[in-house]
């Protein structure tokens, strides 16, 4: 058995390594799901394979760097990936350059806005997949010429993150529109700035956030606060949430739960309420789940969920696969599929 | 020379690889093609480089995980590359989410049909790349408005592929077509099942499949068969193959052979009859070539082709490059190139 | 501490490496611009970010392998990435097979063509990055029809390069138009032939090249020289160029400097003096930078360029971000970021 030096070791691990350390990562995620609508033209229904129904699938490439006084330099490239029928592999779930150190982490490029972080997985019992997730009723609803691309990522942004003191620990982003001084009424569109604030104390969570972006058609303005507990198995979980397109509104509140059990599995369950100002129209929504874990790295799920529409707008649906045409009145849901993480 | 602990040595090797061992592979085949054609406006030729005349040039990205009780998790995002001219990359070769075990492996996502096994150079001496690709002869005719999408792969698949009992291995797909339960006469469309066994004993392989799609302007059904027999240096190859688009059908009969030479070196060959009924017209196609592998990953090709069409459909070409624009009559191919596998 | 055998390094340096030593590499670059103009229409400013003030971002995927006879063989498939916008990864800044040895190296595909060498950061201070980018004035402004896409690549090359002898070193590039033998007025269409040679001798190099596109509307012709003298810590630049678009013409001429500073920083400045006969304008630019290295892999850098329009073209702009709708008139850049390396 030969020994083996350091140099022969960087040899053997291969020239990428050696220079860099990429880490390439991922998840991908397909199951099977049924939508169904019952919808004043009758009802309808659709069968599909369709990605993501716990986490949403990507690819992607980072790496990072040691430099002096304790600083780091690193990237962030991925994209995300239609595993049931893929198509371009497009870097758009986050396209970052990197400068951490003491003073926290600046992120220069496309990314998250803080907003977001509330909506996902640690803050909602679904975070924004399958069935029942959080997109459905905590997105903002089309209003007034205003459609919304910044309340998941924005382009073009400043993003920094304080470091954790005592507990607290906060994110401010700024986005250029990037548009000409000399455009007009529309010269401010797609500018975006937001922040967080969150505590942590041992079994209590706390966060709040919001963020504004501004279009001529009428600016948006998204909200929310988010708590969560860790009562033994139990993770309760309370999320409030506010979006204003234009003069209109829509405003949500979900109570849910994601529970332990038997070391591998975990019980879902959430329960939203939402009450719309000038555009579509009141809804709840139910959603329960389970995911099975069969290693760190893979699990089995299911989720059931339905949509509520009050009133005559009949605008929201549950989540999943092809939503586009499954549209009107009450609508539901379910599905059963795999995740694997690499 | 310092000793490498276990530690070290996942450190040394890269947070990817001590994570998921993620495996990035592929193939880059460019050669230069010169494909001719005489018809009713004259003669036409063109000279390219083009990918793909010995191997589908692709760049891919797979992972397994294994899990308890013989069981594995993985995953299998592939896209092609055009070398000669490239664009977006596009994970449209295969993307899938797999689980295997003693029962099998079952596969979700896009991936190939059964039937397109019997297509590829274990069954056809070209496989469907190069001049004399498979592909030209094989491939279903668009007809009566259906243009299939499913005669290589399928998006929305569920794919499961028996283990190999006493020689005998099957295979079987089902893919959803996706469509709302209201739509009408193309609820249906795209809606693919299909299958395929194989059997294998020492020299002798043989492999029947049949697969059907439905669509509202005619069904598209592709079956084939194949049988190979090793003799000595030689592979002799039978393949026969139907394709019916509508009330349209084409048949096809191939006689070829692999044959090994020298130790680095296959000539290969192949003669195809196709008739026709209701669509195109009835040719023959007559492929000679020669393969020389410098290495196990790196190898020069050469091949040269005739389509003959009968009759005055003059449908059929060469396969290799850019072939839309060199229309009717007879036409001849030939080119030669290097393929890389990484 | 256990000793550890290569085979067990095999293993756990994962299967990729094992089977084909894929090196992953890449640059993200991204900083604040700042580009203003003073036109006919008044003046007019942008903020934002943007990728490449100082590297072109991108992400490679390449690997060798060595043949017999000290032949080696490899693939190189490169893509740019705008990380402060990111879109699809399109392979297109380089994508070939490359076969070498001691008679040089042929890459087969997409590939720089010669002229475009001179044009980098070896032989200009700023090369075609940033506010004070070489493509400003030294590409082609498209004229008669003729709209260059052969002034820094091309598809379907076959391009030479031969070794070092003695400090004198050439290239040779050949790229198909792949146009139909019949196609009539067009059928040359985007056939490139170009070559460049350069010579090193201590602190002096020179390099010429030339190259010619074949168009209907007017074939494109390329041609530069550049000469530069390392002398103490400063890089002195000469650089001369001259762009032929039909009976058009455009002729730069470029003096500039690298200056290396205290270990870690670099100051560069440039100006160039352009004529044009038939289109555009004349037009002068100066640009001043600093690149400050944090690392061998990370740099922070700022730039400042000013682009002075002679006559009523108005037609040259500084670098840097979206310069499409930044028009008229003289222009000012001025940009500060951060580049890493992978």
Redesign the interface.
């Known amino acids: ?6 140099a022969l ?2 040899i ?6 050696a ?8 998840v ?4 099977y799901v049924h939508t169904s609508a019952n919808g004043t033209a ?1 009802s ?6 369709a990605s993501d129904g716990n986490t949403s699938s990507r ?1 992607g ?1 980072r ?1 990072t ?1 040691d ?2 006084g304790g ?1 780091k ?3 962030w ?1 991925e ?1 995300a ?12 779930r986050r ?3 990197e ?1 951490s150190g003491s003073f926290g982490e600046v992120r ?3 990314d998250y806005v803080p907003t977001f972080t509330n909506l996902t997985v640690a803050y909602h019992p679904f975070g924004t997949n399958g069935v029942g997730n959080a997109g459905q009723l905590f997105y903002p609803v089309a209003a007034g010429g205003t459609t919304s691309s910044t309340h998941v990522r924005s ?4 993003n920094y993150f304080s470091p954790n003191v005592a507990g607290y620990q906060a994110n401010v982003m700024y ?2 529109g ?5 455009e007009g009424a529309t010269k401010q569109n797609d500018t975006y700035v937001g922040g967080r604030v969150s505590y942590a104390n041992g079994p209590l969570n706390l966060s709040a956030a919001t963020g504004k972006t501004k279009f001529a058609t009428g600016d948006y303005t998204q909200s929310n606060f988010a708590a969560n507990y860790q009562l033994g198995a139990a993770k309760l979980m309370y999320l409030w949430g506010e979006n204003k397109v234009g003069v209109t509104k829509t405003t949500s509140n979900l109570v849910g739960v994601q529970y332990k059990v038997s070391g591998t599995g975990e019980v879902r369950a959430a329960y939203t309420d939402l009450k719309a100002v000038g555009v579509a129209n009141d809804a709840t929504q139910m959603t329960v789940g389970y995911v099975h874990n ?2 760190k ?2 699990a089995l799920y299911t989720n059931y969920s339905v949509v509520d529409n009050k009133g005559t707008g009949k605008q929201f649906v549950v989540g999943g ?2 939503k586009t ?2 549209a009107g009145g009450n609508t539901t849901g379910y599905e059963f ?2 995740r ?3």
């Open positions: 058995m030969p020994l083996v030096s350091a070791l960087a053997a691990c291969g020239q990428a390594h220079q860099s350390s990429v880490t390439i990562f991922g991908a995620d397909i199951g009758g309808v229904s659709r069968s599909q394979l690819l490439f790496g760097e430099l002096r600083m330099a690193g990237f490239l994209g990936l239609a595993i049931d029928q893929p198509g371009s592999l497009t870097l758009q396209s970052t350059v400068l220069l490029g496309r382009n073009n942004g400043i986005a250029f990037e548009h000409l001084s000399n069969l290693s790295r893979t696969g092809d045409t499954v599929g795999v694997h993480s690499f």
